[in-house]
């Protein structure tokens, strides 16, 4: 067996991003750790608010300045810490080490213009290369994610394209310097139903191709069974659960995990079961109390899970849970009756 | 259904805006209150108001009265803002040349926003022919540089205090109308002006009680913020020798006459001025703090 | 481009029209008779008729008008009651001089207005922030011709340094105060729509990606979002000519520029309507050519030329 740290692209540790505003300190992403080994997807799930996008623009160090900030944590991208590098040698390794799919095209690319020239610059930021060369490899992207007569799209601007053409620009322009991460945040929600499965499928042949590892974000837990091997569940700026996806899917421990397994349709439903809501919306991650995040909205609550917020717990290799009352759940798995 | 029901809810129509409209200038009024820059702009307004009513008794001389030997004093405890070549107190002649500017601000301000509100309602609610005629006219009126449409139209009529007001009342409108038939189309097609029109009511009627209070937020702000450009271009116009007619003391005037003393006497040319430029941008930091206090997200 | 380039011209044509009749309605309702005043007094009967027959006065409105158009597009702008001589004679020699001025305050709006407005938003709530913010809001309050004369005394008379009356042999010392002084209330307007655009550029989605390509601080605000921002600054800069053009009158006669703007001052003294009216056509007519500019200039930065210009808000 190859040691476990040379499969290990990118290892996030206790990353902790916190917003001052003038009602309180926001604390958007709070403990979260997880890793990525070279060429899997990893999906992050949860509602609006959770701090999944926090977290992908912290990796990139993109939070926005001055009322947010990495207050601790470490972000290793191949053994350096991105959470320790000044702006201009963060500067070498957006886009591309590590790039990012934002989630509406059509307002992610600079409508003044053309997306032959932006993916150039692109190129040209982080290659010495011609201007010509960088035209040439920019019509190799265009193919390569699927832009038909690619060397007359060149010249066109955002405007004159639609938004899936305008998403597979967004991701040839990520791809451009072959990065080692490719963020994806919400890359298909604003698309229709029919190019998202587009974008996905696309985004994931190109990473076998590169060789990239993805961080798909989304809320759609769809999208995560088909396209993701492994899962982290946040909840409220904290990961609550982690766990690859068959196992999320077929025995979600976290009651979070297992309302929003509730609140999805399913083909392979046999017995007519009702669709679960979680009752209220996320916390205001202002002043949270001393207890589980969830608390207020769990189901199963008790006592205990007021007064301390239980650690990530190991489950077993690879997969851990900050639940209090995860070992009734799975006692309840293991006896038949969830 | 559209009975009045005391003052402050004006009718409880299909959707009750009625009591919306209050609350809407209630709520403006208070975060007025808590802008500190906007009650410094009223605090000159008021000032200046009280200044232009009571001149008698703000001055300390007769702003005409000329005093051969008193000419081109410098400013001193008798004559505060120094004389003038003819040995006018420029004090009292300033006291005396608020009531030009704030008669010209208001009033001219007062004949663009009802022409304005005319043209723009017209437009606006019939659509169609009337619209495009009164934006092509618009459009006219905006190609006029505000001060030279002024000078042409002040030479024509000649100077004085009445075709003032005309000439910057009429040049102003086209502003208000573009605002106005902007509100009343967004008003035009809401729930309430449909209710009005199924229970019969008349277009003016429906003009009158429903478009017209739900548009008057914006016209205020721009009303507000117009008032100082036309107290500029009355002393614009005034310096050029075509405002009102000497010896009424008026400020654009004070600064032409002081043009060729700028060396000798510069405090006939610093006392008008600073008047003009206290008085603007009191209406002008009252205009922001109206547009922020109307429109919050702003 | 070419078809908007057009179509922004044909769309000048009714404006143009338009001012053309207002000015000449503003003529024909003189109560002065207009003979009378050329000849001045002395003059016999039968000559006025002779003038007002020549100068077509007699006619009915509309015949008057297609008159005034066919000399207008010959450039014949009338005759001054004062000088008995072509008004456009009269103009020709002054206006290249207001177009000089009116270049040299447009080139200060753009540079200083653009420069103070992007500090102001790239240092946002700083002392330079604050120091643009407050200076603005003084600058559009302060009457054109008042700046003049204040400059006039203070870098003329008691500094010395720069002349303060006349362009001279026009060199460039002769420009700098009068530039400034017509200049100051559109730098004002232009820095304030500058800080503010820029400020909601930098909130829109593109430049986080321009950021997350890698790009330095400076790239994505040098060249992502300024080409944004200047968008709607254009349009302010488009629609401020105006007022640079009324202004053109207060600085010239402050500053006894040989201009149109300082012949209409004379003209109004002298009571010779044809020449204020004259120059006031001229002068619109300057604006409405430099707008077209700005107008295709806006069309070249912004590839969706939008078919609605935005509402300006300053």
């Known amino acids: ?338 | 259904m559209f009975s009045k029901q005391g003052t402050g809810k004006v009718y409880n129509g299909a959707s009750g805006y009625g009591y919306k409209k209050t609350s809407l200038y209630r709520n403006a009024w208070r975060r007025l209150k808590k802008n500190k820059l906007a009650m410094v702009g009223l605090s000159i307004i008021c000032v200046l108001a009280a200044t232009a009513i009571f001149s008698p008794l703000v001055a300390t001389h007769d702003p005409t009265a000329r005093i051969k030997e008193e000419s081109f004093r410098s400013p001193s405890t008798e004559h505060w803002f120094g004389t003038d070549i003819l040995g006018r107190d420029i004090y009292s002649r300033v006291i005396y040349g608020s009531r030009i500017s704030i008669m010209v601000g208001v009033v001219a301000v007062g004949i663009s926003l009802a022409i304005g509100i005319t043209m723009g309602a017209l437009a606006g609610y019939f659509g169609g022919f009337p619209d495009t005629m009164v934006m092509r006219m618009a459009d006219i009126f905006f190609a006029f540089p505000y001060i030279l449409g002024a000078i042409a139209i002040m030479t024509v009529l000649g100077p004085g205090l009445v075709n003032i007001f005309i000439a910057i009342g009429i040049l102003g409108w086209a502003y208000f109308a573009r605002l106005f038939r902007g509100s009343v189309l967004s008003v035009k097609n809401k729930e309430y002006v449909a209710a009005a029109r199924a229970l019969g009511a008349s277009n003016f009627r429906i003009m009158a009680k429903h478009i017209l209070p739900n548009s008057f937020a914006p016209m205020i702000v721009l009303g507000t913020m117009n008032v100082g450009t036309a107290i500029i271009v009355e002393a614009s116009l005034s310096f050029l020798g075509l405002g009102v007619q000497p010896p009424t003391p008026a400020w654009g005037h004070m600064l032409s006459e002081s043009l060729n003393y700028i060396n000798i006497a510069p405090w006939m040319m610093f006392f008008p001025g600073m008047a003009i430029v206290l008085t603007v941008l009191g209406f002008v930091l009252l205009g922001d703090g109206l547009r922020d206090a109307f429109d919050p997200r702003m | 481009m070419l078809y908007y380039i057009l179509k922004r011209i044909l769309q000048m044509i009714p404006v143009l029209i338009g001012v053309t009749l207002i000015l000449f309605l503003l003529m024909y309702i003189i109560p002065e008779d207009p003979a009378r005043l050329i000849l001045q007094q002395g003059a016999t009967d039968q000559a006025l008729a002779n003038l007002r027959e020549k100068m077509g006065i007699d006619q009915p409105l509309h015949i008057q008008y297609f008159r005034y158009m066919k000399n207008l597009l010959q450039g014949d702008l009338g005759t001054s009651y004062r000088y008995r001589r072509p008004v456009t004679g009269i103009l020709a020699d002054a206006y290249p001089n207001s177009i000089r001025l009116a270049f040299a305050a447009i080139l200060i709006e753009i540079l200083i207005g653009l420069c103070a407005g992007m500090i102001a938003a790239v240092k946002k709530y700083s002392f330079w922030d604050t120091l643009v913010t407050v200076s603005t809001t003084l600058a559009v309050c302060v009457p054109v011709f008042w700046l003049g004369m204040i400059m006039q005394n203070l870098f003329g008379l008691r500094l010395g340094w720069l002349p303060i009356s006349g362009m001279g042999d026009g060199s460039i010392q002769y420009y700098i105060l009068p530039a400034f002084t017509l200049a100051s209330v559109s730098t004002a307007y232009v820095a304030r729509m500058t800080r503010s655009s820029m400020l909601e550029v930098m909130s829109h989605d593109y430049i986080t990606t321009a950021f997350a390509k890698g790009l330095s601080y400076r790239l994505v605000v040098g060249k992502h979002a300024l080409k944004n921002a200047l968008i709607p600054v254009v349009t302010l800069i488009g629609l401020n000519l105006g007022a640079l053009m009324g202004g053109v009158v207060l600085t010239e006669t402050v500053f006894n520029w040989p201009g149109i703007g300082r012949t209409i001052y004379l003209a109004i003294l002298e009571r010779d309507t044809p020449v204020v009216l004259g120059g006031t056509l001229v002068l619109v007519i300057i604006f409405l050519v430099l707008n077209l500019v700005v107008d295709v200039l806006y069309g070249l930065l912004d590839p969706r030329i939008r078919v609605a210009k935005q509402e300006v808000k300053v």
């Open chain 1, 1 to 338: 067996m190859v040691s476990k740290k040379q499969h290990m692209i990118l290892e996030v540790k206790n990353l902790k991003t916190y917003f001052d505003t003038p009602e309180g300190v926001v604390k958007a992403v709070d403990g979260v750790s997880f890793d990525l080994k070279k060429g899997e997807v990893l999906g992050i799930v949860g509602e609006t608010g959770s701090g999944k996008s926090v977290t992908a623009l912290s990796l990139l160090n993109l939070i926005p300045q001055p009322a947010g900030k990495i207050v601790e944590g470490q972000i290793l991208l191949e053994g350096t810490d991105l959470a320790r590098l000044n702006p201009r040698q963060m500067q070498k390794y957006r886009g591309s080490k590590i790039s990012m799919v934002f989630q509406d095209p059509m307002t992610s690319l600079n409508p003044v213009y053309t997306i032959g020239s932006q993916i150039m610059e692109a190129i040209r930021i982080h290659q010495s290369i011609t201007k010509n060369q960088a035209r040439k490899k920019t019509i190799e992207l265009l193919t390569m994610v699927g832009i038909p007569e690619p060397s007359r799209r060149l010249k066109s601007y955002p405007h004159e394209c639609s938004g899936g053409m305008c998403q597979r620009v967004m991701v040839a322009m990520a791809l451009a310097n072959n990065p080692s991460v490719l963020i994806a945040d919400e890359p298909t929600t604003a698309l229709d139903v029919t190019i998202q499965a587009q974008i996905l499928e696309l985004m994931v042949k190109l990473k076998d191709r590169t060789g990239s590892a993805i961080i798909l974000i989304t809320h759609d837990l769809g999208v995560i069974a088909k396209y993701a091997s492994r899962v982290m569940v946040m909840y409220g700026g904290k990961p609550v659960e982690f766990a690859d996806v068959d196992t999320i899917f077929y025995e979600p421990l976290h009651p979070y995990t297992r309302g929003l397994m509730g609140s999805i349709t399913r083909l392979d439903n046999k017995k007519k079961q009702r669709l679960l809501a979680i009752e209220g919306s996320c916390p205001s991650l202002i002043d949270l109390p001393p207890g589980c995040t969830f608390y207020p909205r769990c189901p199963y609550a008790r006592k205990r899970c007021a007064q301390s917020y239980p650690g990530l717990e190991q489950v077993n290799p690879g997969r851990r849970i900050a639940c209090h009352r995860w070992k009734n759940f799975r006692k309840g798995y293991n006896e038949g009756k969830p």
